[in-house]
C-alpha cells in the first residue's frame, strides 16, 4: 500500500528535516569556534572522564616538573657552594691559596717565623667555609636540613663545661675539709674559655667553637651527640618528583619520594670528635727518643679543624714560628692528619652531590617528557582538527542551504505569498 503524500505530512518532513539541519549547521559552528569535540560532560560521558585523568595526570606530573625544577635549582646552588668548599680544603700540595697549602707551609717550611700570619689566614679560610655553607635558595637556607628558615652554623662562644653556676667557693671538701684552691675555683666560677682553654668570665676573651642549628658540632656531650646524629641521618624533607609516591601503614614510602634535606654536617666531614696518637723526638740527639701524645677530643667537622689549626699557629712565638708548647705542636701534626681524612670525607660528600644533580636533572627531562606524552592525548581526545572542522561545518551550510530550498518545492504559492511580509 502506498502511503499517501499530504500537504500535513510534507510540512512536518520539511520541519524535521531542517530542523536537524538547523541543529548540524549550529554544531559545527560551535566547533569551529571552540576547537572542542565536546563542551559538556553530557555530550560525552566516556570521553569526558577519560579527559579528566588525563587532565588530573597532566597537573600532577606538572606539580611534580615544578619541584623537580626547584630542587635541581636548590642543588645548583649547593653544588656551587660544594664547589667553593672543595677548594679551600683541597689536599693537592701544590694547590697555592688552599688552606692545606698554608698547612703544609706551616709545617714543613724550615723558616716557621710565618706561621702567625699563616694562623690568621686558616681562620680566615674557616670563616670562609661557613660563609659558603650558610648560602641560601631563595628564602631558605640550603644546608640547614628540614629547617631553612635558621642559619645552619654560627661561632658561639666557647663554654666551660665545668662551669657550675651553684658553686659555693666558701664550701670546705667533705673529705678533706680544705677550701678549693683558686685553680678549682676558676675553673668552677667561669663560665667560658679561651682559646688556649684557660677559664674566663668575659665572653670577649672566649674562644669559638662552631655550632650547627644551636649544637657544638666537636661535642663530646651524649645528648648533643644524639641531635647531631638526628640531624645527619634522622631529619628528611621529603617531594614528590614522580617516583611513585606510596603510603605504607600510614607512613611515607621513602623509595617512592625524594629527601631535599641538606645537612651541612654531613658535608663538613661530620660531628664529634676522635682519638689519635702521635710522638715528637724527646731528644734531638737521639732519633730513637719520643715522646707520645694522645689526644681523645680532636674534631672530625673540617671547619672546626680548620680553625682550631689556626688559633694554634697563632700562639706560635713570632720572632721564631716555635709553637706555645710541646703539647700545641702534638696537637697540631695531629689536627694535620684530621684534616687530610675529613677531607677525603668532604669529597665523597661533593661526589655524592653531583650524582643527586645529574639525578635530578634526568629525571627533569623524563617529567617533561611525560608531559607532554599525556598533553598530546589531551588534544587528540579533547580537541578536533580545524580542517576536518571546517569542513564539517561547509558541507553542514550546504545541507542548510539545500533543506531551505527544498522548502520552495514543498510550501504551496500561497502559503509562500503569506510568508512574504514584504
Same mark, same amino acid.
Given at each position: 500500500?502506498?502511503?499517501?503524500?499530504?500537504?500535513?505530512?510534507?510540512?512536518?518532513?520539511?520541519?524535521?528535516?531542517?530542523?536537524?539541519?538547523?541543529?548540524?549547521?549550529?554544531?559545527?559552528?560551535?566547533?569551529?569556534?571552540?576547537?572542542?569535540?565536546?563542551?559538556?560532560?553530557?555530550?560525552? &560521558?566516556?570521553?569526558?572522564?577519560?579527559?579528566?585523568?588525563?587532565?588530573?595526570?597532566?597537573?600532577?606530573?606538572?606539580?611534580?616538573?615544578?619541584?623537580?625544577?626547584?630542587?635541581?635549582?636548590?642543588?645548583?646552588?649547593?653544588?656551587?657552594?660544594?664547589?667553593?668548599?672543595?677548594?679551600?680544603?683541597?689536599?693537592?700540595?701544590?694547590?697555592?691559596?688552599?688552606?692545606?697549602?698554608?698547612?703544609?707551609?706551616?709545617?714543613?717550611?724550615?723558616?716557621?717565623?710565618?706561621?702567625?700570619?699563616?694562623?690568621?689566614?686558616?681562620?680566615?679560610?674557616?670563616?670562609?667555609?661557613?660563609?659558603?655553607?650558610?648560602?641560601?635558595?631563595?628564602?631558605?637556607?640550603?644546608?640547614?636540613?628540614?629547617?631553612?628558615?635558621?642559619?645552619?652554623?654560627?661561632?658561639?662562644?666557647?663554654?666551660? &663545661?665545668?662551669?657550675?653556676?651553684?658553686?659555693?667557693?666558701?664550701?670546705?671538701?667533705?673529705?678533706?675539709?680544705?677550701?678549693?684552691?683558686?685553680?678549682?675555683?676558676?675553673?668552677?666560677?667561669?663560665?667560658?674559655?679561651?682559646?688556649?682553654?684557660?677559664?674566663?668570665?668575659?665572653?670577649?676573651?672566649?674562644?669559638?667553637?662552631?655550632?650547627?642549628?644551636?649544637?657544638?658540632?666537636?661535642?663530646?656531650?651524649?645528648?648533643?651527640?644524639?641531635?647531631?646524629?638526628?640531624?645527619?641521618?634522622?631529619?628528611?624533607?621529603?617531594?614528590?618528583?614522580?617516583?611513585?609516591?606510596?603510603?605504607?601503614?600510614?607512613?611515607?614510602?621513602?623509595?617512592?619520594?625524594?629527601?631535599?634535606?641538606?645537612?651541612?654536617?654531613?658535608?663538613?666531614?661530620?660531628?664529634?670528635?676522635?682519638?689519635?696518637?702521635?710522638?715528637?723526638?724527646?731528644?734531638?740527639?737521639?732519633?730513637?727518643?719520643?715522646?707520645?701524645?694522645?689526644?681523645?677530643?680532636?674534631?672530625?667537622?673540617?671547619?672546626?679543624?680548620?680553625?682550631?689549626?689556626?688559633?694554634?699557629?697563632?700562639?706560635?712565638?713570632?720572632?721564631?714560628?716555635?709553637?706555645?708548647?710541646?703539647?700545641?705542636?702534638?696537637?697540631?701534626?695531629?689536627?694535620?692528619?684530621?684534616?687530610?681524612?675529613?677531607?677525603?670525607?668532604?669529597?665523597?660528600?661533593?661526589?655524592?652531590?653531583?650524582?643527586?644533580?645529574?639525578?635530578?636533572?634526568?629525571?627533569?627531562?623524563?617529567?617533561?617528557?611525560?608531559?607532554?606524552?599525556?598533553?598530546?592525548?589531551?588534544?587528540?581526545?579533547?580537541?578536533?582538527?580545524?580542517?576536518?572542522?571546517?569542513?564539517?561545518?561547509?558541507?553542514?551550510?550546504?545541507?542548510?542551504?539545500?533543506?531551505?530550498?527544498?522548502?520552495?518545492?514543498?510550501?504551496?504559492?500561497?502559503?509562500?505569498?503569506?510568508?512574504?511580509?514584504?
Amino acid at each position: 500500500m502506498i502511503p499517501r503524500m499530504t500537504t500535513v505530512g510534507s510540512l512536518k518532513g520539511y520541519r524535521y528535516n531542517l530542523q536537524r539541519s538547523t541543529y548540524t549547521l549550529n554544531k559545527s559552528i560551535t566547533t569551529v569556534m571552540t576547537g572542542r569535540n565536546f563542551n559538556s560532560f553530557a555530550e560525552d &560521558p566516556a570521553t569526558a572522564a577519560h579527559s579528566f585523568q588525563l587532565r588530573r595526570a597532566y597537573l600532577r606530573t606538572s606539580s611534580q616538573h615544578d619541584l623537580n625544577e626547584s630542587t635541581v635549582r636548590k642543588f645548583e646552588v649547593a653544588y656551587s657552594s660544594m664547589d667553593n668548599v672543595s677548594k679551600v680544603i683541597d689536599t693537592d700540595p701544590n694547590s697555592e691559596g688552599a688552606a692545606y697549602f698554608a698547612i703544609l707551609r706551616a709545617k714543613n717550611d724550615p723558616d716557621a717565623s710565618a706561621r702567625n700570619a699563616l694562623g690568621q689566614e686558616l681562620t680566615a679560610h674557616a670563616n670562609d667555609l661557613v660563609q659558603f655553607m650558610n648560602g641560601r635558595y631563595g628564602d631558605n637556607f640550603i644546608f640547614s636540613g628540614a629547617d631553612g628558615l635558621n642559619v645552619p652554623l654560627t661561632w658561639e662562644p666557647t663554654v666551660n &663545661p665545668d662551669y657550675d653556676p651553684d658553686f659555693d667557693p666558701t664550701a670546705t671538701d667533705p673529705g678533706t675539709g680544705e677550701l678549693p684552691t683558686e685553680e678549682v675555683i676558676a675553673q668552677k666560677t667561669s663560665q667560658y674559655l679561651t682559646s688556649d682553654g684557660t677559664p674566663t668570665s668575659s665572653k670577649l676573651d672566649a674562644g669559638r667553637t662552631l655550632h650547627y642549628r644551636g649544637v657544638p658540632v666537636n661535642s663530646k656531650d651524649p645528648d648533643d651527640l644524639a641531635k647531631l646524629e638526628y640531624f645527619s641521618k634522622g631529619e628528611k624533607k621529603y617531594v614528590d618528583i614522580g617516583l611513585g609516591y606510596d603510603m605504607n601503614g600510614g607512613q611515607v614510602e621513602s623509595s617512592s619520594v625524594y629527601n631535599v634535606s641538606l645537612q651541612a654536617v654531613n658535608f663538613l666531614g661530620g660531628y664529634g670528635v676522635e682519638s689519635r696518637t702521635v710522638t715528637l723526638p724527646a731528644d734531638p740527639n737521639d732519633p730513637d727518643a719520643v715522646t707520645e701524645y694522645t689526644f681523645d677530643d680532636l674534631p672530625k667537622n673540617i671547619v672546626a679543624i680548620t680553625d682550631e689549626i689556626g688559633t694554634i699557629l697563632q700562639r706560635c712565638s713570632p720572632e721564631n714560628g716555635k709553637f706555645a708548647s710541646r703539647e700545641d705542636e702534638a696537637r697540631f701534626n695531629a689536627l694535620v692528619d684530621s684534616f687530610e681524612e675529613s677531607s677525603f670525607r668532604v669529597k665523597d660528600r661533593y661526589t655524592e652531590l653531583t650524582t643527586q644533580a645529574q639525578f635530578l636533572k634526568n629525571n627533569q627531562t623524563q617529567l617533561e617528557s611525560n608531559a607532554y606524552t599525556i598533553n598530546e592525548q589531551i588534544q587528540a581526545i579533547d580537541y578536533v582538527d580545524p580542517a576536518a572542522a571546517i569542513s564539517d561545518f561547509i558541507f553542514a551550510k550546504y545541507c542548510y542551504d539545500t533543506a531551505l530550498k527544498v522548502g520552495n518545492s514543498v510550501l504551496s504559492e500561497s502559503l509562500m505569498d503569506y510568508m512574504n511580509f514584504n
